[in-house]
C-alpha cells in the first residue's frame, strides 16, 4: 500500500470555479502534512504547510483530518495559472527528514 | 542566483552505459536528497545525506551510488544504465528540523535508450 495516494484528475474546471483535492495517508504516525505544486517539466515546489487547525494563505485552504488520515486541498476563484499538478506530502514522526509524496492531482482550468 | 542547480538538465545514454548526475546548493540546508520521478509522475526518494552522512537509502539497485563530498554538494552515479531507469531525477535539500521546506533542483530528464 503506498504511503500516501491521490486522486490522479485531472481536474477540468473553469476559471473562478473552486475545486478541492484530497489525498489520504497509510502511517497514522505521520507528523508533517504539505501541498507541493508541479508545473509541467518543472520541479515541485512548495504551496503551503498543512497545520492541524486547518490554515489559509489567499485562495487556498489545507485542511488536516487525522481521524480519517486524510488532507485536503481547496482553490477558490481558479484562476488559469493554477493550471498544475499538486502533490501531497506527508513526513512521518520516525524521520522528518523523508518525504513520501503522492502521486499528484491534475490540475487544468479553463477559461 | 539558482539555490538548488543539478547537471546536467538532460542526458541520453545507451543501456550498459555509466553516468553521473551533479548537485549543488548555495542554501546553507544540511540535508540533501535524491528523487526519482517515473512516467507516472511518482516521486519516490532514493538517498538522503545529512551533513555528508547517508541517513536514508531506500531500495534502489546497487547500481546506483550517491556520493556527498560536502553538505552542499550530492552527487549521483550510475552503473551499467537499464531502459527502467529512464525518469526525472531530482535533487532537492532542507534545512534541519521539522515542517520545513524541501526545495528542488530543476530536475535531470535521463533517457536511456
Known amino acids: 500500500r503506498k504511503e500516501v495516494e491521490q486522486d490522479p484528475g485531472p481536474f477540468n474546471v473553469p476559471e473562478g470555479a473552486t475545486v478541492a483535492f484530497n489525498c489520504t495517508y497509510s502511517?497514522?504516525?505521520?507528523?508533517?502534512f504539505f501541498w507541493y505544486r508541479q508545473d509541467c517539466r518543472k520541479e515541485p515546489k512548495l504551496l503551503m504547510s498543512?497545520?492541524?487547525s486547518g490554515n489559509e494563505d489567499g485562495r487556498f485552504t489545507a485542511q488536516l483530518n487525522r481521524a480519517s488520515q486524510y488532507i485536503s486541498l481547496l482553490i477558490r476563484d481558479s484562476k488559469l495559472s493554477d493550471s498544475a499538478t499538486y502533490l501531497c506530502?506527508?513526513?512521518?514522526?520516525?524521520?522528518?527528514?523523508?518525504?513520501?509524496f503522492g502521486s499528484g492531482t491534475k490540475l487544468n482550468v479553463k477559461p | 542566483d539558482t539555490a538548488v542547480s543539478q547537471t546536467p538538465k538532460y542526458l541520453v545514454t545507451q543501456m550498459g552505459n555509466d553516468k553521473s548526475i551533479k548537485c549543488e546548493q548555495n542554501?546553507?540546508?544540511?540535508?540533501m536528497y535524491w528523487y526519482k520521478q517515473d512516467s507516472k509522475k511518482f516521486l519516490k526518494i532514493m538517498f538522503s545525506?545529512?551533513?555528508?552522512?547517508?541517513?536514508i537509502n531506500e531500495t534502489v539497485p546497487n547500481r546506483f551510488s550517491p556520493k556527498s563530498p560536502d553538505k552542499a554538494h550530492l552527487n549521483l552515479h550510475i552503473n551499467s544504465l537499464e531502459l527502467g531507469d529512464s525518469a526525472v531525477y531530482f535533487c532537492?535539500?532542507?534545512?534541519?528540523?521539522?515542517?520545513?521546506?524541501?526545495?528542488f533542483g530543476q530536475g535531470t530528464r535521463l533517457t536511456v535508450v
Open positions: 498543512v497545520y492541524s
Open positions: 532537492a535539500s532542507t534545512p534541519t528540523g521539522m515542517n520545513t521546506e524541501a526545495f
Open positions: 545525506y545529512n551533513n555528508k552522512e547517508l541517513i
Open positions: 506530502v506527508v513526513t512521518p514522526s520516525y524521520n522528518f527528514n523523508k518525504f513520501y
Open positions: 502511517n497514522s504516525a505521520s507528523q508533517s
Open positions: 542554501l546553507g540546508h544540511d540535508t
